[in-house]
């Protein structure tokens, strides 16, 4: 029963419009409807999203895993006060950003390109990023991630090992999803 509004899509995609809302699906299949798709911008601009979004991906999550390994283990001067800030920035909702975001990228003259829609997804995709991953590494024992550290020759050595060995690749994958 879930697939019945997808075959229904498909069913309804290889008609016309007039055929379909006259005949009800009675009249030869014709795939124009995927020839206009594809003849319009519709493909590049998806292309371009695509691209985006593997960009803000690639580095949330590449500024989220160091700054949740630190925070996790280093307990550095203030880190309290990330955690809070972190937590704040995290359930923040979009639309108190939308405003002032607006007015300042249309002053730095990037309110037309994609830009800020990068710029966007990667501040708001950090803080998540970040309290998840800190939440795993500190999961981990410390002995084993002390053992980690002490057969490493530095630190994003380590880092690269405990994400590959103890905290398991695939969570960084669903943070990353």
């Given at each position: 029963f879930w697939a019945v509004p997808a075959v229904l899509l498909v069913v309804t995609s290889l008609h016309s419009p007039t055929t379909t809302a006259v005949t009800r699906w009675v009249a030869p299949l014709s795939g124009d409807s995927y020839r206009e798709l594809a003849s319009s911008p519709i493909p590049a601009a998806f292309a371009r999203t695509w691209v985006l979004a593997v960009v803000a991906t690639v580095v949330v999550v590449a500024i989220a895993l160091?700054?949740?390994y630190a925070l996790?283990?280093?307990r550095p001067p203030g880190f309290r006060l990330a955690g809070v800030t972190l937590l704040a920035a995290a359930v923040m909702p979009v639309q108190v950003l939308a405003g002032p975001l607006h007015?300042?990228?249309q002053r730095l003259g990037l309110s037309a390109t994609a830009?800020?829609?990068l710029l966007v997804h990667i501040g708001l995709g950090i803080p998540?990023?970040?309290l998840v991953l800190r939440n795993a590494f500190a999961a981990v024992p410390a002995d084993r991630i002390h053992g980690i550290r002490l057969q490493s020759?530095?630190?994003?050595?380590a880092l690269r090992r405990i994400v590959r060995t103890a905290l398991r690749a695939?969570?960084?994958a669903i943070v990353a999803l």
């Open positions: 160091p700054t949740a996790a283990w280093y007015e300042a990228l830009m800020p829609l998540v990023a970040t020759r530095s630190e994003f050595q695939p969570l960084v």
